[in-house]
Structures are given as structure tokens and as C-alpha cells.
């Protein structure tokens, strides 16, 4: 049974940075051909991408939106990934979901990926 808890959200005012964590168990993400992406969903909208990072290259990806802002990491000890989120906007408020596949090709795909996690929110005020 593979498992993907988000960590970090919560309540921040426009233009500060925060950072969320999605630890994956039940799979050996640092091993095959496993990505692990964060997507995003506002209320009324349909779930987006964010970030995504092939674990085994570490080749990352964004979304242009967020390109120069975000960043993505992976930790292989722990086998978690991070997303650090700069200069936040109102418009970002949604919940962030990590995710994880195989053989992905597309990244900013969702249906691509094989897991999902629970969500974290995260609210930007103005």
C-alpha cells in the first residue's frame, strides 16, 4: 500500500514563503523510474500542476507560473520532497497535493500519476 502524507501548509499573508513536505511510503520512490509531483487545487478549479521532479536524475519541472518562485527537492534519506514556495499570491490559495508514478512521461499530467495524498492547504491573504 503506498502512502503520500503532505506536510506545511497553513495561513500566510501575500508575498511570503513557505514550504511543504509530501513523504512517500510503501514504495521504494528512490528507486525505477519514479516522479514525484505536486499539483494544486482552488476552490471551483480544476486541480493544476505545480512542480515535478524525476527522482532518479533529479531533472526538475515547473509550471510557468511558478517558475523563479518554487522550487522542488527531493531528500533520499528520508525519501520526502519538498516544495519551497516563494512570493506567494493570493491567487496560489489551494490545496497542494504531492503525488507519485512510473514511467511518467508527461509531467503535468495528473492522470499520469499513480498516487495522490490527502492535500494540504494553504490560504495566501491579501
Known amino acids: 500500500q503506498v502512502q503520500l502524507v503532505e506536510s506545511g501548509g497553513g495561513l500566510v499573508q501575500a508575498g511570503d514563503s513557505l514550504s511543504l513536505n509530501c513523504e512517500v511510503f510503501?514504495?521504494?520512490?528512490?528507486?525505477?523510474?519514479?516522479?514525484v509531483g505536486w499539483f494544486r487545487q482552488a476552490p471551483g478549479k480544476e486541480r493544476e500542476f505545480v512542480a515535478a521532479?524525476?527522482?532518479?536524475?533529479?531533472?526538475?519541472e515547473y509550471a510557468d507560473s511558478v517558475k523563479g518562485r518554487f522550487s522542488i527537492s527531493r531528500d533520499n534519506a528520508k525519501l520526502t520532497v519538498d516544495l519551497h514556495m516563494n512570493s506567494l499570491k493570493p491567487e496560489e490559495t489551494a490545496i497542494y497535493f504531492c503525488a507519485t508514478g512510473r514511467n511518467i512521461i508527461s509531467t503535468m499530467i495528473s492522470s499520469q500519476y499513480h498516487y495522490w495524498g490527502q492535500g494540504t492547504q494553504v490560504t495566501v491573504s491579501s
Open positions: 521532479i524525476r527522482w532518479q536524475s533529479g531533472t526538475t
Open positions: 510503501g514504495r521504494t520512490v528512490n528507486r525505477y523510474r519514479n516522479t
